[in-house]
Nanobody, 124 residues
């Protein structure tokens, strides 16, 4: 069974940069497309970014595509989300997810495993 563990969140100021990491264990990371989602207080889970198995294709939400970058290092079983120029509206719990579809998808229901989440709070 694949397991995901996020780290790197915290309290930061507007326009700060933060890196989130997700370590994958239990199954080869190469088996999965990987993604980041987030959930702000009182809101539903929102797609942030996804990357395919070999790292050659990626897709990000319009709200973050000029500020956030998803990457992966299969040798280290790690997926990273680099977040730049953070805004208060980026405040959320950020979740790493593993998907087994043959295509990249933004739908949470298409992902088969989730981490526990890491909190990012951006103060104004």
């Amino acid at each position: 069974q694949v397991q995901l563990a996020e780290s790197g969140g915290g309290l930061v100021q507007t326009r700060a940069s933060v890196w989130l990491s997700c370590v994958v264990s239990g199954r080869p990371i190469e088996n999965y497309n990987m993604a980041w989602f987030r959930q702000a207080p009182g809101k539903g889970r929102e797609f942030v970014a996804t990357i395919n198995r070999n790292g050659e294709n990626r897709y990000s939400a319009d709200s973050v595509k000029d500020r956030f970058t998803i990457s992966r290092d299969n040798a280290k079983n790690t997926v990273t989300l680099r977040m730049n120029r953070l805004k208060p509206e980026d405040t959320a719990v950020y979740y790493c997810a593993a998907g087994d579809k043959a295509y990249l998808t933004t739908m949470a229901r298409d992902y088969v495993a989730w981490g526990q989440g890491t909190d990012v709070t951006v103060s104004s």
